[in-house]
């Protein structure tokens, strides 16, 4: 009886025992579920976070990268250089701080517009800066791979610090190339450059400042269909440069011809028809003058006219020259201090020359300005 009662109590104990440490297993597993996700999260967490700041840091290296190389001499170069490229002169002259003059009619976006073989290409080396100063060599190609190339230096100097750190570097005025014009036409012509009108003044040739490139010439002016001259093309490259002038020679057209041969046949008329033995200003004289008597009826009489060629622009004008010698005759009745009559004249004949240059020919006429004769 006492063994069959004590069974039953003893397993109680045993199995509240096990249960209980079942129960204290199922519990502590219950609760460690959550927690190891929350330590994941936590991992994840961290592993974002550090991400984040080598990205940040990253991104910060690269953008301190760019504005450094931005603060760089070469930069402000190859911005200038772009300009040019593209066609921007006024902004080309913003970046380096060239002054622009009324006698600098090409340095105007209409004139670069106009002009072609521009800045086509470009290689800047690195800068040797010293202390506030820096010079920069570019290699400039112009109009193409068949266009000229050159060596450019610019001079760039240290104006102050953007953020404190990075110094600021400005373009110093470049020193530009000149296009020349050299014009053999009358002074009424004009001459317009890239569409421009070129101030002349008083000089056959005209320099001007101009950037890299190549420039249409175009000769007008009184001429009409008198005279003109074919377009032409002038070239300007880098700094000090003179490039390839552009030539305009002012050639007379038939009318013109004709109208400068009237002005040189009036001026031969002119002499002939003088009574004076010894005309001013003409290629024929007596050489012992009235030879001391009174003189009337005086003349000069053409005997053969002179020939000649109407050349070429000489400086000055259209060339005349002598191709055959005329002849005239002079006579007049002459009477000495006692009263005599008789007649007084050349012997023989004298020789008529044309030499000169016809100045201009407008619709109005041709001037002729005659000599020297020898």
Known sequence: MSETQG????????????GRADGAEGA?????????PRRRRRRLVLIGAGALLFLLAAAAAVGVGRTAASHRPEAAVAAY??????????????????????????????????????????????????????????????????????????????????????PRWELQPVELGTLTVQVGAPSSATVSVAGAELPRG??????????????????????????????????????????????????????????????????????????????????????????????????WTLETAPTYDVGAWDGTGWDVTSVTEGAASYSADARDASGATGTFGSVSPVPVRVAGVVTDVTPEGAAFEAGPFL
């Open 7 to 18: 069974t039953p109590a003893d397993e109680p104990r045993d199995g509240g025992q096990a």
């Open 28 to 36: 502590a597993g219950v609760a460690g579920s959550p927690a190891a």
């Open 81 to 166: 250089l772009e300009a040019l490229q593209q066609g921007d002169a006024e902004r080309a002259f913003t970046l380096d701080g060239t002054e622009v003059g009324d006698d600098d009619v090409l340095l105007t976006d209409e004139a670069y517009a106009a002009a072609s073989d521009r800045v086509s290409d470009f290689d800047v080396a690195p800068a040797v800066v010293d202390g506030e100063s820096a010079t920069v060599e570019a290699t400039v190609q112009q109009g193409g791979e068949a266009g000229p190339r050159w060596q450019q230096s610019f001079a760039l100097v240290s104006e102050g610090r953007d953020l404190l750190v990075f």
């Open 202 to 299: 008083d000089s056959a040739t005209v320099e001007l400042r101009a950037l890299p490139g190549s420039y249409d010439v175009e000769l007008g002016g009184g001429g009409g269909d008198l005279w003109g001259a074919p377009a032409a093309t002038g070239t300007a490259s880098g700094a000090g440069s003179r490039g390839t002038p552009a030539v305009l020679v002012a050639e007379l057209t038939e009318a013109g011809e004709a109208s400068a041969r009237a002005a040189v046949d009036g001026w031969v008329s002119g002499c002939v028809g003088s009574p004076d033995p010894r005309p001013e200003g003409c290629s024929f004289a007596l050489l012992n003058g009235d030879g001391g008597y009174e003189l009337s009826n005086q003349k």
